[in-house]
């Protein structure tokens, strides 16, 4: 009798921009050093997306632009949404060049792809009204001033006193425009990379029949992540940071590393606001999002070093129904 | 001449775009591509596989400019050296290439998508140019700065052009599309495929660490890069969209012949007598040459960017083939 066929597991591994280092050279070794981390995900039963943050890498892209635009007529402003793309060449062709060096010393064949991808947000999204992430250097009020005057689109706000900075819309991701790119090349067993830094948020734009158009503006990468694993029907989302586990109370004596929780208590440690704001609640709050889309998925967070283990479920915090 | 295809399979196109196609600046470059799009659909048949690929020169610039004059200024901007630009070019040029292509599309109600191949093209270690570095990148120095710039990057060369020192890099010779594979999976599945941006981004084998790729500040010829990307995909046609109508004979003198039908044998025999000079024509018609040589039921057009359904139609342009 055949073996039934059995649909391989989809994970979607999802990096912090932080992982990557500051500096080009550092971003390949480090890409080289988890390298087996991550394929260690991989069995022949396992397809994997892997996206990524990009903060320190687009604020580096920013700034050159910034910098060298004041100086030298020959480079232009560079806008966010353009910088998020560059970002996403720049990190995944590391990632491929990582990846396929480890492959290559340890004989396996497959072969990874980075998608640039867009990702539509909706054009009434209220964060539009009230634009609250700090993008880009400090600068001072005069400076800001004349940003705001050039371009009255910008908005910026003072920053408990280190100086003004620029802030844009942190919209809610609804729809990868690539997903088919991304699903074809999962289909065919690549390990592809995709949504890098959150993805390069677009609008429908109602003055041009409805066609995509950039906006500055920054979707949450573990938002995108929970996104990407629902347009693409994952099983598993992992999200790795720089802690092997979901702490409650954390930093008291009665700090509590979390193994295992269902999404009902997830939900309500973060409601209690158990984790810190700009870290590890939105990453709770994804997670909860990719388990709603379909209730026997796992996410999983934890550790970049211990990926393989968390994937198995010896590490890292998994949350579930 | 009519574009012939092999029985039983769709037409597969590699069409590449001048420097002209993009512009040079950043609103430019996107109402420059919103333009060329809708007449790079209208060049394509439904059924047809098409590659796209592109140039880089003032993209690449700009982005080396911007980390050039900034490192220095910042602690928090890290020199960045030319084969991390050129991948930054990459995604920056084929997010504007999907978003414009992909408008256009959702216009007239077309269903494929279009997906941007971040790609890194193999050269040899050995290649005679990495040892003879000839191609000028980057802004022009005083000799103290290129003297400090060689102090901090033992790599790096320069020359002295006259009007002042720039850095040079190798330019050699692709010999392997790294991502093929990728390519050619969209393809089979009806993708517009933007792929091999700015001659691809150029790697060798690195025999200290296992033979794994590594990248190195070189430019590969993007023509080249584009033929390459024909014999590695298996394309039927190779498409130059540049600034003129045809390549011609006697350019720029008042016998100037521009050339409709040539044959690879003519073609040589035009190349060897000098006819395209070293200028951009010269190595359009050199790729476009081995592409025939390599599967002699292939053909080579090179044409206008502005004629483009036409000379991918077959009736504009110079068509080189057997």
């Not at chain 1, 890498?57 to 910088?83: H, N, R, W, Y």
């Not at chain 1, 060449?89 to 480890?102: F, V």
Request: aromatic share 4%.
């Amino acid at each position: 009798m055949a073996e039934p066929t059995r649909k391989p597991r989809r994970v979607v591994i999802a990096l912090g921009g932080n992982a990557l280092g500051d500096t080009p050279k550092e971003q390949i070794e480090r890409v080289r050093t988890a390298a087996p981390a991550l394929l260690g995900v991989i069995d022949k039963d396992t397809e994997i997306i892997i996206t990524h943050g990009n903060g320190p890498q687009v604020g580096m892209i920013q700034k050159a632009f910034a910098i060298s635009s004041t100086k030298d007529p020959k480079v232009p402003v560079m806008d966010l949404p353009e910088c998020g793309a560059m970002s996403q060449g720049y990190i995944g062709y590391h990632l491929q060049q990582g990846l396929g060096a480890e492959m290559h010393k340890t004989g396996r064949k497959w072969h990874v792809a980075t998608v640039v991808t867009q990702i539509e947000v909706d054009a009434d999204d209220p964060s539009f009204q009230n634009p609250t992430k700090p993008i880009g250097p400090f600068l001072t009020k005069e400076q800001a001033e004349s940003q705001a005057k050039q371009d009255p689109t910008f908005k910026f706000v003072e920053d408990s006193g280190r100086g003004y900075r620029r802030v844009v819309a942190s919209p809610r991701p609804r729809r990868i425009v690539e997903s088919d790119s991304i699903l074809n090349l999962l289909d065919n067993e690549f390990i592809v990379v995709a949504c890098g830094g959150g993805g390069i948020p677009v609008i429908r734009d109602t003055d041009n029949y409805g066609c995509y158009k950039g906006v500055p503006a920054v979707i949450d990468k573990d938002m995108a992540g929970a996104l990407l694993g629902e347009d693409c029907d994952a099983d598993v989302l992992v999200l790795l940071t720089a802690v092997d586990h979901v702490a409650i109370n954390f930093g008291k004596k009665n700090q509590r590393d979390l193994t295992d929780i269902t999404v009902a208590e997830a939900r309500k440690y973060a409601d209690e606001g158990q984790f810190g704001k700009g870290s590890m609640e939105p990453k709770v709050r994804a997670a909860i999002r990719f388990c709603e889309g379909r209730p026997d998925r796992v996410a999983i967070i934890g550790s970049l070093e211990k990926a393989p283990e968390a994937v198995k479920g010896a590490s890292g915090t998994r949350i579930h129904y | 001449m009519s574009i012939t295809t092999r029985p039983g399979r769709p037409r597969r196109i590699v069409i590449s775009l001048g420097g002209l196609a993009l512009g040079d600046g950043l609103d430019r470059q996107l109402n420059r591509i919103r333009e060329v799009a809708p007449r790079l659909l209208e060049a394509i048949d439904a059924d047809d596989e098409v590659i796209i690929t592109h140039g880089n020169g003032p993209q690449v610039n700009m982005v080396q400019r911007a980390f050039g004059v900034a490192a220095p200024d910042d602690p928090a901007v890290p020199v960045m050296d030319l084969p991390e630009c050129g991948a930054m070019t990459q995604s920056y040029i084929g997010y504007h290439l999907q978003q414009a292509l992909g408008a256009e599309l959702h216009k007239h109600g077309g269903r494929r998508h279009v997906a941007t191949i971040i790609t890194q093209i193999e050269v040899e270690p050995d290649d005679p140019s990495l040892a003879n570095p000839t191609k000028q990148i980057g802004p022009h120095l005083t000799k103290e700065q290129a003297e400090a710039q060689s102090a901090q990057h033992p790599g790096f060369r320069f020359i002295d052009d006259g009007r002042g020192f720039r850095r040079v890099v190798a330019s050699p010779r692709p010999r392997r599309i790294v991502e093929s594979e990728s390519i050619l999976n969209l393809l089979d599945n009806d993708f517009i495929v933007i792929a091999g941006g700015g001659g691809g981004i150029p790697v060798i084998r690195d025999s200290d660490d296992k033979g794994c790729y590594v990248g190195i500040p070189a430019v590969i010829e993007k023509d080249y890069a584009a033929e390459l990307l024909g014999d590695d995909c298996d394309a039927d046609v190779l498409v130059f969209l540049t600034d003129v109508d045809n390549v011609c004979l006697g350019y720029g003198t008042a016998s100037e012949k521009p050339l409709g039908d040539v044959t690879v044998p003519e073609m040589h025999a035009y190349l060897d007598a000098g006819e395209f000079g070293s200028d951009t024509m010269d190595p359009k018609v050199r790729a476009a040459l081995r592409f025939c040589e390599n599967r002699p039921d292939r053909i080579a057009i090179i044409g206008a960017l502005g004629n483009a359904p036409q000379v991918v139609k077959g009736v504009s342009g110079t068509r080189i083939h057997y």
